[in-house]
């Protein structure tokens, strides 16, 4: 992050300087055509060589080697580091699948780490190229169809950080986006856990109707949600939606207001997605937020 700020100064001063000269030329030329080159042709061709060639050549030069300082320092985390676990992070036209080899436990868009805990993240793609980029954590690693990339992610201190898809994959590239929560290992392994568990049954009389609406409706055609008969895999699995902050790859917060409009009208919130309208009364679509609103 730090490296960014230093990258965006230094081409702000460039850029600023840069047009500040060609404001000048302008003013000059348009006030009684002093000449530019001509009589001070010697001063002119030392300023050519030294904001052409000599100050481009120092600042590339000085971000080359503190872009490596920086990728070398974040790809090797702590010695201390001994534990490590992998997490596969599958690419979708626009979000994220997540899956943690060894459990049954899948999400989307919200990837939980330990803290202090090398993880193995292995990015691949169920339809084009996306690339996965949590900017405080690690560098870009492209999913590329047919193969799996690899990136070491490390988090020293818990919080949540943001990610983003960075590479133009369609329409709703913008609101591809995650968030990765480093925890505690503890609070890590109970969240795993119940990540990993087939969806609650609920004995609340709207969302067992609401229940009763997913599987009939397309809902089902679509997501899965583990213990029930929804085992599609076209959209997000459901199973445990509402321990999710956000919706729709990060675009929305995931609570009840939010969630029934994405329901009732999803295009207009995410145009292009996959999620289709479904032409839902009012009550059905409280019926079914209801439902999801259970599974925890
Ligand atoms: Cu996925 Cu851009």
Same mark, same amino acid.
């Given at each position: ?14 850029f600023?300087?840069?047009v ?40 590339? &030069? @000085?971000?080359?080697?503190? !872009? ?7 790809? *090797?985390? /702590? =010695?201390?580091?001994? #534990?490590?676990?992998?997490v ?91 968030e990765? &929560? @480093?925890?505690?290992?503890? !609070? ?7 990540? *990993?568990? /087939? =969806?609650?049954?609920? #004995? ?12 009939s ?67 059905q ?12």
């Amino acid at each position: 992050m730090l490296l960014w700020w230093w990258m965006l100064g230094i081409a702000t001063i460039v850029f600023l300087g840069a047009v500040g000269m060609l404001g000048i030329a302008w003013v000059r030329r348009r006030s009684a055509g002093l000449p530019i080159l001509g009589e001070r042709e010697d001063i002119n061709k030392r300023l050519v060589v030294l904001f052409g060639i000599g100050i481009p050549t120092a600042v590339l &030069v @000085a971000l080359f080697a503190v !872009a490596n300082i920086y990728l070398i320092g974040q790809s *090797a985390p /702590p =010695a201390a580091a001994s #534990t490590s676990m992998t997490v596969d992070v599958i690419g979708h036209q626009w979000w994220w699948e997540i899956r943690y080899p060894g459990t049954q436990a899948v999400t989307a868009n919200e990837i939980h780490i330990p803290t202090g805990t090398r993880v193995n993240v292995v990015a691949t793609t169920a339809d084009v190229i996306h690339s996965f980029w949590v900017p405080a954590l690690a560098r870009k690693i492209d999913t590329i169809p047919g193969r799996n990339n690899r990136i070491l992610m490390y988090a020293s201190r818990a919080g949540t950080y943001r990610g983003q898809c960075a590479e133009f994959c369609g329409l709703q590239h913008a609101n591809m986006g995650l968030e990765v &929560v @480093a925890q505690p290992p503890s !609070a890590f392994r109970t969240w795993l856990t119940n990540m *990993a568990a /087939p =969806a609650q049954s609920t #004995t609340v009389a709207s969302a067992q109707a609401g229940r009763q609406l997913f599987m009939s409706q397309q809902c089902a055609s679509c997501h899965q949600i583990r213990g029930t008969s929804a085992r599609a895999t076209v959209g997000p699995d459901l199973t445990h939606v509402n321990s999710r902050s956000t919706l729709a790859a990060a675009e929305i917060p995931n609570d009840p207001t939010h969630l029934a409009a994405w329901i009732a009208n999803p295009q207009a919130i995410k145009p292009g997605d996959r999620m289709p309208d479904l032409g839902l009364s009012r009550s059905q679509v409280q019926q079914l937020v209801a439902y999801l609103e259970s599974l925890h």
